[in-house]
């Protein structure tokens, strides 16, 4: 039962992760930078979905558009208004680590600037006494968060693998150049995702409001095990992310058993560490191809 | 260079020399700590952005409203934010200290950014005065610290007390990981085992984490008679009791005095028959300016405590003490009715108090008896 229990833990935080790791992968296999702000358009999304919600009094589905689109803005915007004008002032990826950096700050304080600190819970589901399934107490909700992370997963592999649009996304991941000199818009592409990650960022931002209560400072939490299961998935490979963050769902759910719970970040991070020594390419990255 | 210009630039440094060393000797001529006449610098540290905002701005209200009881210019007062972090508590501390010349501080909030501060308030011998930091280890953090809120060594030895007198004899404690939740979890459970309960678990989670669904798995396979959450963010609070009621669990819920707190509320359904034991949040007399002053607003947690804070300031400033030293010996004879009750401050820099204990039913804190 326990057991039971650690995995559906482990399912539930590593659903999160996943959708904000594989829009951070996404938007790195095309640009090469880290875009750390992305766990902060997770939390735009959050609070999208909440003043959409409580505030502006739209029904729940609007709410919901309003936020991812909110998010995608967002998060597009960072492109347009920052990246952008620095990569063609001749940025290199670790200027553009900083950008991110700074509008990681820069988005924390703007939240908590028009927000304000107190807890902002939606209730839109009633806090229940959760289903026994297999042993494991899980409520419709998170059952909810898991399939409808999946599902989001499973779309993004069929885009990115069947459509025109995932094969070029691709080719510019796999040798931005290489693309280039084919005719295809490289910076567009690049710009495109943006676009897709940020709305995929809009949605975790709204399963995260619904599971748990926003605060402007969640976004730097989400990125941090994001990040990490990009990392040990294998950065640039979009399943190996989604791979990635189960894994570090379910280790820091499982570490916490055996070792005093006070350890369940270290726990993530030594999986990292681990990882970055032994293996640092990830679960499924490649370490031929492109190298910076 | 010739013979006349090396004559003359000898001369210069020679010069440069003799003078900086005469105003180094000047300067330490002067007594070490000189306030200029004016108002007597004050400064405020504590949490305005972070999880613990809601605090650092509840107290910040109650600052206010005690320094508007002196006349204007007696005393001015220097904010700054540390989001209860302690490198934060430290810099601001260091700042307040060497550029602004404070000669007593009200803060730190949390009782681990109030420790990480306190040795340079000792050293540069600025009175500190916490509204809310509880940790048993304030008492011995040195001659210039006081608070306005009673150790944790009551309140924990209370709460286990209430535990145990509620028949409820298997105690499991889930606490935040930093120096609040760990002094408390010790006094909890020291005091139950000591009156014959059994604690069952301690679980711990970090100070702004929102998911503890696995400690909570943990605290459930020990079956628990009650537990008692210990937390200083709201945030950490509301999630921790929905997981506990959507894992099911069975328990009588108490908590530590960061659970009284509106926002706290905002768990619904999860939040009731929660017992928390509280300190006062102010006297009748407190609360009714409080709401005049702030469009009829409540006093948040710790507001009452912070008001009695920056009133001792006062009330030393008005006995004609400016400096830290002369503000830390006016201390120890200091006693007045203050709105969280009354304070005089022991030898420790603590002061004595009671609690209140309530509970949640249909959304509000009810008191017990």
Known sequence: MVFSQLIANGLIAGSIYALVAVGFSLIYSTNRFMHFAHGNIVAVGAYGLWYGFTRLGLPFVVSVLFAVAVALVSGWGTYRFIYLPLKRRGASSSILLIAGLALMFFFENLILLIFGSSVKTLNYFPTVRGLTILGATVTPRQIGIVVISLFFLLVLWFVMRYTKMGITIRAVAGHAELARIGGVNAERIQELSFIVGSAIAGIAGVLVALEQNSTPFMGTALIIKGFTGAVVGGITSLPGAVLGSYLVGLVENFGAWFLPSGYKDAIAFGVLVLFLLLRPAGILGVTKGVRE | ?369
């Not at chain 2, 260079?1 to 180094?24: E, F, P």
């Not at chain 2, 000047?26 to 306030?35: A, D, N, S, Y």
């Not at chain 2, 200029?36 to 952005?49: E, H, M, Q, R, T």
């Not at chain 2, 000792?122 to 608070?147: C, E, H, W």
């Open chain 2, 1 to 369: 260079m010739n013979t006349a210009s090396k004559y003359l630039t000898g001369v210069v440094v020679a010069l440069v020399v003799v003078w900086s060393g005469y105003t180094i000797y000047q300067q330490q001529l002067l007594p070490k700590q000189t306030v200029p006449a004016g108002p007597v610098k004050i400064g405020w540290i504590g949490p305005l952005s972070g999880g613990a905002a809601s605090y650092g701005e509840s107290i910040k209200r109650g600052v206010e409203m005690a320094a508007k009881e002196v006349n204007p210019g007696t005393v001015e007062i220097v904010y700054e934010d540390t989001k209860c972090e302690a490198a934060d508590a430290v810099n601001a501390m260091t700042k307040l200290v060497t550029v602004d010349h404070v000669s007593a501080i009200v803060g730190e909030v949390c009782s681990g950014a109030t420790l990480a501060a306190a040795p340079i308030a000792n050293q540069n011998k600025v009175v500190m005065i916490s509204p809310s930091s509880t940790s048993p280890k304030l008492s011995d953090a040195g001659a210039y610290i006081f608070r306005t809120i009673p150790s944790d060594t009551l309140q924990g030895s209370f709460g286990a007390q209430i535990v145990y007198d509620h028949g409820l004899r298997k105690l499991a404690v889930l606490y935040s990981n930093e120096e609040y939740g760990i002094g408390f979890n010790d006094v909890v459970t020291a005091k139950f085992k000591d009156l014959g309960g059994e604690v069952v678990a301690n679980e711990a989670f970090g100070r702004d984490d929102v998911d503890m669904r696995t400690q909570i798995t943990k605290i459930r396979d020990t079956k628990p008679d009650a537990i008692y959450i210990i937390v200083n963010n709201p945030d950490s609070a509301v999630a921790a009791l929905k997981q506990l009621k959507e894992l099911g669990l069975n328990a009588a819920l108490f908590g530590s005095e960061g659970l009284k707190s509106p926002d706290v509320l905002k768990a619904g359904s999860a939040a009731e028959g929660l017992t928390v034991t509280s300190v006062s949040s102010g006297s009748s007399g407190f609360v009714d300016r409080h709401r005049a002053e702030y469009d009829g607003a409540d006093p948040g947690p710790f507001a009452a405590q912070g008001y009695d804070a920056m009133r001792a300031i006062n009330l030393t400033i008005l006995g004609g003490a400016r400096t830290g030293e002369e503000i830390e010996k006016a201390l120890r004879t200091t006693s007045f009715d203050g709105a969280s009750g009354h304070i005089s401050f022991d030898e420790q820099g603590d002061v004595s108090g009671g609690y209140n204990v309530l509970t949640v039913k249909n959304g509000a804190y009810v008191p017990v008896n």
